[in-house]
């Protein structure tokens, strides 16, 4: 029963738990600055996130499971590069792209399906945002391990990981300060879809905000206290 009680109060508070956990990212890259994707700060971030996304799907158990599938083969494979050195690349950018996809469709559900507007649905649509860039990131890393030179101005080694993750955020922003472009024909669709994605979201939130705040019953003209 307290099992139940704790989860139902983490439930209650499940976007505000997801944003902690996606902004983590940035926190902790400012101070284990070496690899955004394998280092350290995956290790403090990944299991943060882990949880997030379970709480997320607290009532929804079919896809829940199927979300601990993810997760769980995603420490196994984390795991066995550690101690392994065991090269499960290809594998684990695909379980990233369908753990933070799942998380992302989820969370634009439950913003479609709101009734009121409230702090708790503006922090779900930060964190639509936030997983947009997330799934853009592993969508142009897998890109660029599969075709090495896909995008310009990347850098060698790690850098050329954390500056995939910086283009994503980049892009998505329409920032564009052109300092890394893409260079192949498959690099320029990923980014224009991503890019097309995180516009029309913008569009589509705006607007259900705006309109469910409208349909808000507001006072009549001088029926407040006297």
Known sequence: QKLNSLRSKLYAYRFELLLASLLCIFVCNIFFPNNIYGGVAQ??????????????????????WLVVLFGVLLLISRALNIF?????????????????????LEVFRQIYRAHMVTTRIVYAAVCGLLLIGYCGFYLFLAIEFAHPGSFNGLGDGENAINNLFYFSYVTIL????????????IAKNATMLVSFIAYI????VIATIVGRVQRLPHPAPGSGPG
């Open 84 to 104: 392994f050195a065991s090269n499960f690349l290809a594998e684990m950018l695909l379980l990233y792209i369908c753990f933070f996809g799942s998380i992302m």
């Open 43 to 64: 290790s403090i971030y990944l299991p943060f996130q882990l949880l997030a996304g379970l709480v997320l799907f607290e009532f929804k158990h079919r896809i829940l």
């Open 174 to 185: 329409t920032i564009g300060y052109g300092d890394i472009t893409p260079h192949t024909w």
């Open 201 to 204: 979201y913008s569009i589509v």
